[in-house]
């Protein structure tokens, strides 16, 4: 079974500070990746995904995560956060090429805070 | 684009009944639903799969019959807590997975944050 683990629980930035959100997985085989943000109060939106081809996905809002195999990490970036960025995010996966109910499989969250 | 709808969004009830959480796709065909649990601070857990037409296909530590689980038709899913007790409050969130507009995705739903007395 695959298992997420995301190390950074909690992280406060400031303005236009970068972001870096750790993301590590573990399964035997190929995985599609995801990246989820959770806005307070909101229902979870799918911020990027990789599923094969160029390991540097960019996705909405100016994020955009590296798959890096050999690492098993999947980690999230933005060069600049801005305040409405404040929200969890989670990093999840699920096994590649097993059809429509392939499940996925959710890290615990990162909770990110940007002060102003 | 596409939106998954939870109804009720909260819920609060008593101790021993039965509580009823709908999931609908609205305006593309969902051929699995997954229902999710989510303890404060902690990451979503998920508790079933659906595909339309068949059983609930449910992870290991999850009672079937306390969560029961239907999905009958390609638009609807529901997850009722039988007999609920204290330690079954929590935030329940189901996502669809289906084809939308010649793309397989999946979706979320808002949740459904039930608080049982």
């Known amino acids: 079974a695959q298992s997420v683990s995301q190390h950074n629980h909690h992280v406060i930035l400031s303005e236009a500070a970068s972001l870096e959100l750790g993301c590590n997985y573990s399964y035997g085989g190929t995985v599609n990746l995801f990246w989820y943000v959770q806005y307070p109060g909101q229902h979870l939106q799918l911020l990027l995904k990789y599923f094969s081809g160029d390991p540097l996905v960019k996705g909405i809002k100016g994020f955009e995560a590296e798959f890096i195999k050999s690492k098993f990490s999947f980690n999230l970036r933005k060069p600049s956060v801005q305040w409405s960025d404040t929200a969890e995010y989670f990093c999840?996966?699920?096994?590649?090429?097993?059809?429509?109910?392939?499940?996925?499989?959710f890290g615990t969250g990162t909770r990110l805070q940007v002060t102003l | 684009g596409a939106v998954v709808s939870q109804h009720p969004s909260r819920v609060i009830c008593k101790s021993g009944t039965s509580v009823k959480i709908e999931c609908r796709s609205l305006d593309f065909q969902a051929t699995t639903m997954f229902w999710y649990r989510q303890f404060p601070k902690q990451s979503l857990m998920l508790m079933a799969t659906?595909?339309?037409?068949?059983?609930?296909?449910?992870e290991q530590g999850v009672e079937k019959d306390k969560f029961l689980i239907n999905h009958a038709s390609l638009t609807l899913s529901t997850l009722t807590v039988t007999s609920a007790h204290p330690e079954d409050s929590s935030f329940y969130i189901c996502?669809?997975?289906?084809?939308?507009?010649?793309?397989?995705?999946?979706?979320f739903g808002p949740g459904t944050r039930l608080l049982v007395l």
């Open positions: 999840a996966v699920n096994p590649a090429n097993t059809g429509t109910a392939s499940k996925l499989t």
């Open positions: 996502s669809a997975r289906g084809w939308n507009r010649a793309r397989e995705t999946q979706y």
């Open positions: 659906s595909n339309e037409g068949s059983k609930a296909t449910y």
